[in-house]
């Protein structure tokens, strides 16, 4: 049986620090399925399925597929099969929640493994949210993002 990870999030929008982790999950397992979280954010730039749509197309991998939840996370991974969680850390400050939420999943449903990964340092202080804040006070996003994410971030401040 191939190992097959979930790797969660709001993904809004995908940005290179992202895709960094992507790209690392996908050489470290057989399946890896990029799941937006649903109803979560009240005011979210693109929807949960632009989001999807967003992901799908810039999606290289023969192993990556892109699929939304909600609910309890452990729920859907062990709905979906998966035994392992990815999540990126950036800074010391991501691991306390990190953390928190690792050992909660797992004591919520032990067979479910959380696996954390470091995305290069070139991405190591991206967020979306950040992105989001510099680009709606027009500084250059370029290279932080994917060409088309630009675009259509551009196309929803008009
Ligand atoms: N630049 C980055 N480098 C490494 N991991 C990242 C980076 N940006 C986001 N992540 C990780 O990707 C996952 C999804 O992030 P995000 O879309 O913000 O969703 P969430 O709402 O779950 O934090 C989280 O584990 C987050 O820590
Ligand atoms: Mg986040």
């Given at each position: 049986m191939g190992r097959r990870a979930i790797y969660p999030?709001?993904?809004?929008?995908?940005?290179m620090g992202h895709i960094d982790i992507i790209e690392r999950s996908a050489r470290l397992f057989d399946e890896v399925v990029v799941a937006v979280l649903l109803?979560?954010?009240?005011?979210?730039?693109?929807s949960p399925e632009e989001r999807v749509e967003i992901i799908s197309s810039i999606?290289?991998?023969?192993?990556v597929s892109v699929d939304t939840f909600e609910g309890l996370l452990v729920h859907y991974a062990v709905e979906q099969n998966a035994q392992v969680i990815v999540r990126g850390i950036r800074?010391?400050?991501?691991?306390e929640y990190e953390l928190q939420m690792a050992l909660m999943n797992r004591r919520l449903e032990p067979s479910v493994e959380t696996v954390f990964l470091m995305a290069g340092e070139a991405y190591s202080y991206l967020s979306s949210r950040l992105i989001k804040e510099v680009f709606k006070l027009g500084g250059s996003i370029e290279g932080l993002v994917p060409d088309p994410v630009e675009r259509l971030m551009r196309d929803k401040l008009k």
């Open positions: 999030g709001s993904f809004d929008p995908i940005t109803n979560v954010e009240k005011k979210p730039m693109f999606n290289r991998w023969d192993n800074a010391v400050s991501d691991y």
